[in-house]
């Protein structure tokens, strides 16, 4: 399912039009800087947690060594930070039967 076929469902689900079902869903997750509500709470280190769903988070990765595999050369893997989801119990119950 793509984000257009989301405000689609939801616009049927909450009885609105599709152009604000889609405006909703951009607005929940955009990821253009300044936009998105999910993407502004992470880039102010903020966590998110929608209950019985799952909570996206953000965590850093230092730097480290790496090996080039083409040459076998040592090199410097820079640090970096990234958004990571964990989905809650109900959200995994519900997928797992």
Request: contains cysteine; aromatic residues 6%.
């Amino acid at each position: 399912m793509n984000k257009s076929e989301m405000a689609e469902k939801l616009a049927k689900k909450c009885d609105i039009s599709q152009s604000k079902a889609l405006e909703c869903v951009n607005a929940i997750f955009e990821t253009k800087p300044g936009h998105g509500i999910i993407a502004i709470e992470l880039d102010g280190g903020r966590k998110v947690q929608i209950g019985g769903f799952g909570s996206f988070d953000t965590k850093r990765r230092s730097a480290r060594k790496g090996r080039n595999p083409a040459t076998g050369e040592t090199i410097q893997i820079a640090a970096k930070k990234y958004a990571t989801f964990k989905a809650a119990k109900g959200l995994k119950d519900r997928v797992a039967d």
